[in-house]
């Protein structure tokens, strides 16, 4: 059974930073790529950021680029998300989700699993 467990979410004052974390289980983690997705109320679920299954290559919306950073540790199952600068903008659920192709890390549809999910609440 494929688990994606997200944390690191809570509520910080604009400009400060989160980092998420999302542990995965009952997958061979290095055979996925991992993104990370975000829905605030009222809207569609949105790409985030996405990481090859080697972490070689990263891809960050134009949204969030040069304050959102994501990595990954094989070895550990785990994907984060390093979330610096924060907005109240940035006030979202935000969802891991793994993919066996990378082409498609941007695509929520295209997503093979998902993890249930991290409130993020930025205060101005």
């Known amino acids: 059974q494929v688990q994606l467990v997200e944390s690191g979410g809570g509520l910080v004052q604009a400009g400060g930073s989160l980092r998420l974390s999302c542990a995965a289980s009952?997958?061979?983690?290095?055979?996925?790529?991992m993104g990370w997705f975000r829905q605030a109320p009222g809207n569609e679920r949105e790409f985030v950021a996405g990481?090859?299954?080697?972490?070689?290559?990263?891809y960050v919306a134009d949204s969030v680029k040069g304050r959102f950073t994501i990595s990954r540790d094989n070895a550990k199952s785990t994907v984060y998300l390093q979330m610096n600068n924060l907005k109240p903008e940035d006030t979202a659920v935000y969802y891991c989700?793994?993919?066996?192709?990378?082409?498609?890390?941007?695509?929520?549809?295209?997503?093979?699993?998902w993890g249930k999910g991290t409130l993020v609440t930025v205060s101005s």
């Open positions: 989700a793994a993919s066996g192709s990378y082409s498609y890390i941007a695509t929520s549809h295209a997503m093979d699993y």
């Open positions: 009952g997958l061979t983690f290095s055979n996925y790529a």
């Open positions: 990481v090859r299954k080697s972490g070689s290559s990263t």
